[in-house]
């Protein structure tokens, strides 16, 4: 069975482009994340979604971040225009329904954003 | 809001020999889940080791155990018998049903040839 799938590994880029990034959950999962993190530190919540509805999204800089999961599969996080401090890994995890207490999240191998 | 708190930024450990990494965190709930994840370079956030706060009896999975003093809001990650391939960032994470995982800041680990 596939794992969570991201893409690009690696986005390089001048602050003021936009980007965005993809990620494939595992097949079946309801509930998809997007986290940040930031070098040195453990990952922060972005985004959380069950299926297509984005349930918290109390952490995303709306400014400036944008997603999306339109047919509750897969999903795209942009960012534009992109800042200097926006360098970071983004990573996503999928899980089953988050409210089970006995679901456990699965994280992609992340994009590594590096703005210049 | 929840906290976690891992005071150890670096840890090191001779291969074979057994390490400890401490993790506290602060919650006035009674019922949570508590997470150890490996993160080596490929950058892939791996599940070791989880513990519901409901269970007294400490999780063990192989050579990983923890130390869960609930009263104390203490989870420790102990390596039993550490290999090269341990080598890599550990977060501690906690959890509420329902709700999303917060994670300490981490620790790195490093395994002596």
């Known amino acids: 069975e596939a794992g969570v799938v991201q893409s690009p590994r690696y986005k390089i880029i001048e602050k003021k482009q936009p980007v965005a990034f993809w990620c494939n959950p595992i097949?079946?999962?309801?509930?998809l994340y997007w986290y940040r993190q930031n070098l040195g530190q453990g990952p922060e919540l972005l985004i959380r979604?069950?299926?297509?509805?984005?349930?918290?999204d109390s952490q995303l800089p709306k400014d400036r971040f944008s997603a999306e999961r339109l047919k509750g599969v897969d999903s795209t996080l942009k960012i534009q225009p992109a800042e200097l401090g926006d360098s970071a890994v983004y990573l996503c995890?999928?899980?089953?329904?988050?409210?089970?207490?006995?679901?456990?999240?699965?994280f992609g191998p992340g994009t590594r954003l590096t703005v210049l | 809001a929840q906290t976690v708190t891992q005071s150890q930024p670096e840890m090191s450990v001779q291969e074979a020999e057994t390490v400890t990494l401490s993790c506290t965190y602060d919650t006035s709930e009674s019922d949570y889940y508590l997470f150890w994840y490996k993160q080596p370079p490929s950058r892939q956030m791996i599940l070791v080791i989880r513990?519901?706060?409901?269970?007294?009896q400490n999780a063990t999975e192989n050579r990983f155990s923890v130390n869960f003093q609930k009263a104390a809001k203490s989870f420790s990650l102990k390596i039993s018998d550490s290999q090269l391939g341990d080598a890599a960032m550990y977060f501690c994470?906690?959890?509420?049903?329902?709700?999303?995982?917060?994670f300490g800041g981490g620790t790195r680990l490093m395994v002596k040839p």
């Open positions: 994470a906690y959890r509420e049903a329902g709700n999303m995982l917060t």
């Open positions: 979604y069950e299926n297509e509805e984005a349930v918290d």
């Open positions: 097949s079946g999962h309801n509930t």
């Open positions: 513990q519901e706060a409901y269970k007294q």
């Open positions: 995890a999928s899980s089953g329904w988050s409210g089970s207490a006995n679901n456990e999240q699965f």
